[in-house]
């Protein structure tokens, strides 16, 4: 059998990585009574905390189904950390938007998860932490600039 391409075998390396590294954010964030999918939430959120988004275009930026978002949310605005409101412009939906107490559980859980990052990155020279950055987010604006294209 010949080896997988290498644009195959670094993509699969990523979602190998992300696999592990989910697993390992799970057992942090669970003491602070969050799951992955709702940290997902509210760090999105976080980027700009002052603007409103509704369910599905949560659900269009994360690729994300929008029942299994929608679920979600319902469990963060039950929390408080997340609060809606109705979208005077299309009365079928909600505005959501990151409530104080979310942006301080946002910032909780990534203290909660640095301990495990910094483990991980113990070895590393800054300059390559930076230079693996710099080629990940070239990989991740590609990735998102093409979402929309027709399939082949």
Not at 85 to 104: I, M, Q
């Amino acid at each position: 059998m010949t080896e997988p391409l290498l644009s195959f075998r670094i993509v699969n390396w990523i979602g190998i990585i992300d696999q592990l590294a989910s697993t390992e954010a799970n057992r942090a964030l669970r003491p602070l009574g969050l799951q992955m999918p709702q940290f997902v939430l509210l760090n999105h959120f976080s980027h700009r905390p002052e603007e409103t988004r509704t369910v599905t275009q949560v659900a269009r930026a994360l690729q994300q189904p929008q029942p299994g978002v929608t679920k979600n949310v319902q469990k963060l605005v039950a929390k408080g950390w997340l609060r809606e409101r109705a979208n005077g412009g299309d009365g079928r939906s909600k505005l959501l938007a990151l409530t104080p107490a979310g942006l301080a559980k946002h910032r909780a859980a990534i203290a909660a998860l640095m301990p495990g990052l910094a483990r991980a990155f113990a070895d590393w020279p800054e300059k390559d932490q930076r230079t693996l950055f710099a080629l990940l987010d070239r990989l991740k604006r590609w990735f998102d600039a093409d979402r929309d294209r027709p399939p082949p």
